[in-house]
């Protein structure tokens, strides 16, 4: 009887030993634009900014990104309302 405590005791100390801490690990988040292939610019052409202009009068850009396809990712206020939109380097409308 003393055998079998003995063996059942040994056998649940050796399964705890493999309950020990997980090393955790570091989890960096990206962000979509990084994960879209968009950069963040300072400057668009000109020919985006008119066609801005024209499609949304009074709209504010506030930041603008581009991709390796020169296509520009715009996020823009209008009035109270934020949106973001696409264009090229020409100033046409993308739809994504």
């Known amino acids: 009887m003393k055998k079998l405590l003995l063996s059942a ?4 100390g050796s ?7 997980v090393p955790t690990v570091q ?4 962000s979509s634009v990084l994960q879209e292939g968009y950069i963040e610019v300072e400057k668009v052409p000109d020919a ?3 066609a801005l202009e024209t499609a949304y009068p009074g709209a504010v850009l506030g930041k603008a990104y581009i991709n390796a396809k020169k296509e520009y990712k ?3 206020t209008v009035k109270d309302q934020k949106a973001t ?5 020409a100033g046409n ?3 994504k």
Do not use: F, H, P, R
Request: glycine share 4%.
């Open 9 to 12: 005791a040994i056998v649940l």
């Open 15 to 21: 399964l705890s030993s493999y309950a020990g801490e």
């Open 27 to 30: 989890v960096q988040n990206q």
């Open 48 to 50: 985006v900014k008119k």
């Open 74 to 76: 715009l996020e823009i």
């Open 85 to 89: 939109v696409y264009a090229d380097a």
């Open 93 to 95: 409308w993308i739809n």
